[in-house]
């Protein structure tokens, strides 16, 4: 299985700053999705944002932006605009195709957003 | 609305006790699949299903099964329950190849196994 690491078990950032999640991953692929989940309290998993390995542009979704870096393997979420409805745990996955869909997540990141 | 349902949505049973877990989807979707997701681990694939009658083992597919013999329902049993399933479980179902890549997920399912 493809291994995902997020090296920040808890975050924590002001309303309407800036911050930047970290994720690194690492397959011998070539051709492959990484995803971003949000789990707010109530546990729903909510999709983020995307991105698709062949594709070089980042990813953007409003306020949600990633820097993809395929050759160092690694794909940050950076929030702008920090809300406090952003407060989460952030899951970071990977998925390869034609292995049967499976996403492999990464232990995840407490983000708290602060008043 | 286009969702995944799960039932039920919290449960307590104990060790040995059979139970089956339901989930069921309205989008037409082909592909369908079981997460568990434990503190510090992440989630982690139990088992998944690529079409009715098509399943497989996920990475943690040890005391569970699944059955897929409607497109829209993939319920999860577990035959007898020990304490180490205790979870927060989650479906999940995407198009199959031919749609986006965003798997949908369910709302979870609380299972505590005393």
């Known amino acids: 299985a493809q291994t995902v690491t997020q090296s920040q078990p808890e975050m924590s950032v002001q309303e309407a700053e800036t911050v930047t999640l970290s994720c690194t991953y690492d397959t011998s692929e070539s051709n492959y999705y990484l995803f971003w989940y949000k789990q707010p309290p109530s546990r729903q998993m909510i999709l983020v944002i995307r991105?698709?390995?062949?594709?070089?542009q980042n990813a953007t979704e409003n306020r949600f932006s990633v820097n993809f870096q395929k050759a160092a393997k690694s794909f940050s979420l950076k929030i702008s605009d920090s809300q406090l409805g952003d407060t989460a745990m952030y899951f970071c996955a990977f998925m390869k195709p034609n292995s049967g869909y499976a996403l492999n997540f990464g232990k995840g990141t407490s983000l708290l957003v602060t008043p | 609305e286009a969702q995944v349902t799960q039932n039920p949505r919290y449960l307590i049973t104990v060790t040995g006790k059979k139970l089956t877990v339901t989930c069921s989807q309205n989008?037409?979707?082909?592909?369908m699949s079981w997460y568990r997701q434990d503190p510090g681990l992440g989630l982690r694939q139990i088992y998944y299903s690529m079409n009715v009658e098509v399943t497989d083992k996920g990475d943690v597919p040890e005391g569970y099964k699944v059955s897929r013999k409607e497109k829209r329902n993939f319920p999860l049993i577990l035959e007898s329950p020990s304490p180490n399933q205790t979870s927060l479980y989650f479906c999940?179902?995407?198009?199959?190849?031919?749609?986006?890549?965003?798997?949908?997920f369910g709302p979870g399912t609380r299972l505590t196994v005393t």
């Open positions: 991105q698709e390995a062949y594709k070089q």
């Open positions: 989008m037409n979707h082909e592909y």
């Open positions: 999940a179902s995407r198009p199959g190849l031919a749609g986006t890549r965003e798997q949908y």
